[in-house]
């Protein structure tokens, strides 16, 4: 298996709720012809076979036939070190998306020992600020009057920027080592959230505001497991000690 393929095997395209199978069947061709074989589908329930396998054809049709799927986005990202969200929408609480290629100069260094997401919402209204605090990072394509495209569009377009930079630019990288999964880091944002709402510190019209900047802050950082441990264990005994206070 040559280091290229390699890298791109640690690559998964997530599709939350997507409308149309056949949107799934094109995005599972478009990533098959760069190389990505990881196609993981979010949804209530199974989308029909046959319409994704019309739009996949058949030489993208083991993407569908082995195609992961998950009733819950936090059980879909278990495994990933880093989640990049796709997103055209703008908003105060949301963190500015970098463009395809400059995303790739961001995560490539953490290819060959982390499983990297790449995360697309629905075809009629994108992924939800909920949807985006499993995100480390957010990715926007630029377009020339700032309009939205389909989804097979975006995914075969992040899709090429990641195997162009598996190939031409891998080269010039030094890996960093492995870093901590998003389960790891949910089990850590749980306990700090039961911390701070044991002081007070997060009130009902501040909760979600302050809780996003914290997500943020260590999103910034590249926790590893013990790390991540450690800041549970911290906030575990904190809880076991306000417990006992009262």
Known sequence: MSKNQTLLDNIAIVLLSPKYPENIGSAARAAWNMGI??????AKEYPDHDRMA???THNALHLIDTMEFHETLADALKPFSRVIGTTA????????????????????????????AFLFGPEDRGLT???LKYCQLRSAIPTADFSSLNLAQAVAIHCYEIFHAAVHEQKDI????????????????AYMEDSLRQIDFLQEKSHTYYMNHIRQFFGRMRL?????NLIRGICRQFLKHGNHVK
């Open 37 to 42: 074989s990881r196609i993981i589908v979010v």
């Open 54 to 56: 019309k739009l996949a």
């Open 89 to 116: 929408r703008r908003g105060r609480q949301r963190i500015p998306g970098k463009s395809p290629r400059e995303i790739m100069k961001s995560i490539l260094p953490l290819l060959p020992t982390n499983q990297i």
């Open 129 to 131: 600020n909920d949807d």
């Open 174 to 189: 030094r890996p960093a080592p492995k870093i901590a999964t998003s389960h790891e880091t949910e089990n850590m944002f």
């Open 224 to 228: 590893e497991s013990k790390e991540t």
